[in-house]
């Protein structure tokens, strides 16, 4: 938790990059001791009194998207997850709390609960991965299976068709012609089936575009 209060009140109603470039003019008045681990001190009262922007790395572009987003929406953020780094070099995902005082249409100071999300962000990450990969692996089999339908299923289906019309166009016993010729429609169907499992399997699209793509 911190209080950052602002010797110099900055009107709510200025450009947005000009308060910008007075956000880090904040002093930080108030901090508990996780407050100062967050920010790469060891206790609470290095940090008491010193310039908001000692608490982070204002060189880094990804402070700069916070603030600004801070900024835009009115210097409240109600569980927003921001990107920190500190002055020691750590790095952390906060899940962030900020309620502005703001008395006469200036900002007189800031009031900042957050907590450290980094680990449940990588676990999420990674379970992500996780699924990524499974959803691959599925889609490998899918797309072996299609193609053993495809390549071997439906060519011996088209064998079997071309043997029996070879043998109804022949002069053969007319009860078994006839019975042959029923079965064509039949093997036709197969062949048809065959073709939607195939493709159902293995839409063309996922060939075309990939997995990503395609969803």
Same mark, same amino acid.
């Given at each position: 938790?911190?209080?950052?209060?602002?010797?110099?009140?900055?009107?709510?109603?200025?450009?947005?990059?000009?308060?910008?470039?007075?956000?880090?003019?904040?002093?930080?008045?108030?901090?508990?001791?996780?407050?100062?681990?967050?920010?790469?001190?060891?206790?609470?009262?290095?940090?008491?009194?010193?310039?908001?922007?000692?608490?982070?790395?204002?060189?880094?572009?990804?402070?700069?998207?916070?603030?600004?987003?801070?900024?835009?929406?009115?210097?409240?953020?109600?569980?927003?997850?921001?990107?920190?780094?500190?002055?020691?070099?750590?790095?952390?995902?906060?899940?962030?709390?900020?309620?502005?005082?703001?008395?006469?249409?200036?900002?007189?100071?800031?009031?900042?609960?957050?907590?450290?999300?980094?680990?449940?962000?990588?676990?999420?990450?990674?379970?992500?991965?996780?699924?990524?990969?499974?959803?691959?692996?599925?889609? =490998?089999?899918?797309?072996? !299976?299609?193609?053993?339908?495809?390549?071997? $299923? %439906? *060519?011996? &289906?088209?064998?079997?068709?071309?043997?029996?019309?070879? =043998?109804?166009?022949?002069? !053969?016993?007319?009860?078994?012609?006839?019975? $042959? %010729? *029923?079965? &064509?429609?039949?093997?036709?169907?197969?062949?048809?089936?065959?073709?939607?499992?195939?493709?159902?399997?293995?839409?063309?699209?996922?060939?075309?575009?990939? &997995?990503?793509?395609?969803?």
């Amino acid at each position: 938790i911190w209080l950052v209060e602002f010797p110099e009140p900055i009107l709510h109603d200025l450009p947005l990059e000009e308060q910008l470039r007075r956000r880090p003019q904040g002093v930080i008045a108030e901090c508990n001791e996780a407050g100062a681990r967050l920010t790469g001190h060891h206790r609470a009262a290095e940090l008491i009194g010193t310039p908001f922007a000692t608490a982070m790395s204002m060189e880094d572009s990804r402070t700069f998207i916070g603030l600004r987003n801070l900024v835009e929406l009115g210097y409240t953020f109600h569980n927003v997850e921001v990107w920190h780094g500190s002055k020691d070099g750590s790095q952390y995902w906060l899940l962030q709390n900020i309620e502005p005082v703001i008395e006469n249409g200036k900002l007189l100071r800031l009031w900042c609960a957050a907590r450290d999300v980094s680990e449940q962000r990588e676990r999420a990450r990674q379970i992500r991965a996780l699924a990524s990969r499974q959803q691959e692996i599925v889609e =490998a089999e899918r797309a072996r !299976i299609s193609r053993e339908i495809h390549d071997d $299923l %439906g *060519q011996q &289906l088209c064998a079997l068709r071309m043997m029996v019309a070879s =043998a109804v166009s022949k002069e !053969i016993d007319s009860g078994v012609s006839i019975t $042959l %010729g *029923q079965a &064509l429609p039949l093997i036709d169907g197969a062949i048809q089936s065959s073709k939607r499992i195939s493709t159902d399997l293995r839409p063309p699209i996922l060939d075309h575009l990939g &997995l990503a793509a395609a969803v």
